[in-house]
């Protein structure tokens, strides 16, 4: 196939960035996306120009920090997937691909693809975790009975990668997606219940520190999440943070 491309490309933090076109000859179906782009830096290599810079990692689907906007779609057309599990059969010969960073006030472009998530970190360490004894008389996990239903609904919420679509996808980058489900993980656990006031108020505060847009309910974030994420949660989150307001 022959791929026309065009392509973000930003020096750094501090400067301006624009489209720069690319053409593509040779790309077959079975490439992935990432590795079209890989030939595409071997490319400019060997021609003695800059490589386009974009994070990944794992490569399969769990790291989340494939972060590409491909023809105006986190994660590009096809649903359920991120950007490393694309493949270019998703494409057809003569298509002009346009691949941007993800777009957010609160995920300032670091360099050309790559941007910079650590508000998600932020909102994570302000609350996202459980509180375990460590001194030898921990509790075996499995001695704690869990209903399957929430158990389930916990593991669903768990898939969360933290890759930011939602974010990119909502037209006020709102991060509701995403803290819901940190936030859902642990609300529906007994061992997440301890802390689940003070968690559900620092996240959400954290998460309106860090400039993240409200949620008005369009359901962009739901469509476009690779891990199938459910608006569910945000409606359990809003409900923990009424709940958690009125204790406070
Ligand atoms: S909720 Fe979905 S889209 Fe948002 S960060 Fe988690 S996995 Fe990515
Ligand atoms: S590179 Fe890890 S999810 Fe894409």
């Known amino acids: 196939m022959k791929i026309y491309l ?6 750094d933090a501090a400067s301006k960035g624009k489209m720069v076109d690319y053409t593509m000859e040779g790309i077959e179906g079975d490439m992935s996306f990432l590795e079209m ?3 595409l830096n071997e490319e400019l290599i060997t021609k003695g120009e800059e490589p386009i810079e974009f994070d990944h990692d794992c490569r399969e689907g769990i790291c989340g920090t494939c972060s590409l906007q491909i ?8 649903t359920m997937i991120t950007a490393c599990q ?20 609160a995920f300032p472009v670091i360099k050309d693809l790559i941007i910079d998530r650590t508000a998600f970190d932020r909102i994570q360490q302000a609350g ?12 075996d996990a499995n001695s704690i009975p869990i209903e399957k239903e929430k158990a389930d609904d916990s593991f669903y919420a768990a898939a969360c990668i933290g890759c930011g679509a939602c974010v990119a996808a909502c037209k006020n980058a709102s991060a509701m997606l995403f803290t819901s489900a940190k936030v859902s993980q642990f609300a529906l656990l ?7 006031t003070d968690r559900v108020l620092n996240m959400v505060r954290q998460m309106d520190i860090e400039g993240f847009g409200n949620c008005t309910n369009t359901g962009a974030c739901e469509v476009e999440c690779p ?10 989150m809003n409900r923990e943070y009424l709940s958690a307001s009125l204790k406070g």
């Open 6 to 11: 065009k392509i973000w490309r930003q020096k």
């Open 37 to 39: 782009l890989d030939i």
């Open 71 to 78: 023809n105006g779609r986190p994660h590009g057309p096809d």
């Open 86 to 105: 694309l493949h270019m059969r998703s494409f057809n010969d003569g298509d002009t691909i346009t691949i941007e960073p993800f777009r957010a006030k």
């Open 128 to 139: 996202g975790f459980i509180s375990v004894n460590t001194s030898g008389h921990t509790i």
């Open 190 to 196: 007994p061992q997440g219940r301890v802390e689940a």
């Open 227 to 236: 891990k199938g994420i459910s608006l569910e949660n945000i409606a359990r």
